[in-house]
């Protein structure tokens, strides 16, 4: 059973959301939550999903946890925290486990595959972050989606293994635990998106979902409720904001809020004589641009990131095996038109994924049912669901290693001054 109150920690390229959530059951007896709190700020110290200032970082982190503990009416002391950037990588690896025919499948049995299938070697300066079972197999009969039970003689996993640089995942640590919080789990932002966004049935018959963050967009491939692959590209809507800023010569400040006001995909829709004003360097700080023009900027950039988005998922080997098409969400998948410009560069299926449809979460405010807070949203339900779960967790419970624990906590007594 998952603890009483369930904390989650989003630490973004361009916001920091902490939302908490009770334990409770829905009408037909569920597990379910109940929403308690939340607080947002601005991302600081924060590039392209990396931590890049640990004092700035650490210090946003604590303003946002205080404004969700004062909604809350209580105290955090442990958070499921989401983990994304460049830095990320995965790759794939089987594991095996003998299985006592008189028992069947049971769950340790399944849990010493997953140890066997993290048998991988890597480089001293990168950590695994998840072992995920994709599919498994039991003596002959293979495409198993749940093998607890089963009779034979012979187990094996067809595992997804996530890593990330541990210089990374040590900075993002520290940030958290300076509050005295704990780490329940370090979860991939990817694989928390889609518990908020992605239906059962696209699980089941393979969907993309690209979740367009401000300093990268997070893929992830999910086929017969496994999933099957996952990436961080290094590119986001800050990159369309900076597209704006330089071909308007505006502060970045400025093309982004031009960017959300007025930006739309589809320039074709805009009239030509539709002028908007902006603040700009240079004597004349202000002047009149045309809106389209800003549109044909972020629509050419937006067509890139699609192009990118499929030639990856091509390259992945699996881009045949997703019927469902693509979900998008984040922030960025809420400009306009950009569903009917994914169609026409993907060619599939294409809609925008809002994490209010199916979340077993009472009371979620509507601010936060937009496609912004995929991520945060999605690690609560992660946090709800965790015992249901094939994943075995390389780095353990971050709570019970008290000496790593300790060791970051010297590292950032050392950094931050008092």
């Known amino acids: ?195 908020a966004v992605l239906t059962p049935e696209e699980r089941q018959m393979g969907v993309i979902m690209a979740d367009i963050g401000g300093g990268t967009t997070d893929l992830a491939l999910f086929r017969g409720n496994g999933l099957w692959h996952t990436e961080v590209l290094d590119m986001g809507g800050n990159h369309l904001t900076n597209d704006v800023a330089m071909g308007l010569r505006a502060p970045f400040e400025v093309a982004e809020e031009l960017k959300l006001r007025y930006g739309h995909l589809q320039p074709q829709k805009i009239a030509e004589d539709e002028q908007v004003w902006a603040t700009v360097f240079g004597d004349r700080s202000e002047r009149t641009f045309s809106r389209r023009f800003i549109s044909q900027i972020l629509e050419a950039r937006a067509e890139e990131v699609c192009e990118i988005i499929q030639k990856r998922t091509q390259a992945s080997g699996y881009g045949h095996l997703v019927p469902a098409g693509i979900v998008l969400t984040g922030g960025s998948s809420q400009l306009s038109g950009v569903v009917e410009l994914s169609r026409r560069v993907f060619g599939m299926p294409v809609r925008i994924g809002y994490p209010s449809e199916n979340v077993p979460i009472q009371g979620l405010r509507r601010e936060l049912q937009l496609p912004a807070y995929a991520t945060s949203v999605g690690l609560l339900i992660w946090g709800l669901h965790e015992d249901a779960r094939a994943i075995h967790r390389p780095l353990s419970n971050l709570r019970e290693d008290n000496a790593w624990v300790d060791r970051l906590r010297g590292w950032l007594r050392n950094l931050l001054p008092g």
């Open 1 to 195: 059973m998952p603890k009483e109150i369930i904390t989650a920690i989003d630490v973004g390229t361009t916001k920091i959301c902490v939302l908490v959530g009770a334990v409770t059951h829905d009408s037909l007896g569920k597990l379910a939550l109940r929403f308690l709190g939340s607080g947002v700020t601005k991302s600081r110290g924060i590039r392209r999903g990396v931590v890049m200032d640990v004092p700035e970082v650490t210090a946003a982190i604590g303003e946002v946890i205080e404004i969700a503990e004062r909604e809350a009416g209580l105290r955090i002391t442990s958070a499921y925290v989401g983990i994304a950037g460049s830095h990320i990588a995965t790759t794939n690896s089987k594991g095996i486990s003998p299985i006592d025919s008189y028992h069947g499948v049971t769950g340790a049995d399944m849990h010493r595959a997953l140890e066997g299938a993290q048998a991988v070697s890597l480089p001293e300066s990168r950590e695994m972050i998840h072992v995920i079972a994709r599919s498994w197999q039991v003596d002959e009969q293979d495409g198993i989606q749940q093998p607890l039970g089963m009779s034979g003689h012979r187990l094996e996993v067809d595992a997804h293994i996530v890593t990330g640089t541990t210089m990374a995942i040590n900075n993002l640590a520290q940030c958290v635990l300076a509050h005295g919080i704990d780490i329940d789990e370090l979860v991939l932002e990817p694989l928390a998106s889609g518990e």
